[in-house]
């Protein structure tokens, strides 16, 4: 079993930084590809990045690319989300997973989940 706890959210203007952190808990997440998505009221639960199990390989939804950064650092069992330029179309739930599989894009194919965090973005 892996706990995850996000943390990080908030609100911030249009064009503002965020930083969300998913520290995990109960096993190593060294064995996980890790991702992060997100759930706004009215939309079904969005991809926005995902990262392989040694970081060598990272994800992006092309309404994030350019502007998010997912990171990992299997040592302190963390992950990140470093959010730039953000808009008021990013506000949501972030969410951060954890999977043993490789389908990264795909929410039903991550077995564990933390609670999230909010972002809320205003312009």
């Known amino acids: 079993q892996v706990q995850l706890v996000e943390s990080g959210g908030g609100l911030v203007q249009a064009g503002g930084s965020l930083r969300l952190s998913c520290a995990a808990s109960?096993?190593?997440?060294?064995?996980?590809?890790m991702g992060w998505f997100r759930h706004a009221p009215g939309n079904e639960r969005e991809f926005v990045a995902a990262?392989?199990?040694?970081?060598?390989?990272?994800y992006y939804a092309d309404s994030v690319k350019g502007r998010f950064t997912i990171s990992r650092d299997n040592a302190k069992n963390t992950v990140y989300l470093q959010m730039n330029n953000l808009r008021p179309e990013d506000t949501a739930v972030y969410y951060c997973?954890?999977?043993?599989?490789?389908?990264?894009?795909?929410?039903?194919?991550?077995?564990?989940w933390g609670q999230g965090t909010q972002v809320t973005v205003s312009s």
């Open positions: 109960g096993r190593t997440i060294s064995v996980y590809a």
């Open positions: 997973a954890a999977e043993s599989g490789s389908f990264y894009h795909t929410p039903n194919e991550y077995d564990y």
């Open positions: 990262i392989t199990r040694r970081g060598g390989s990272t």
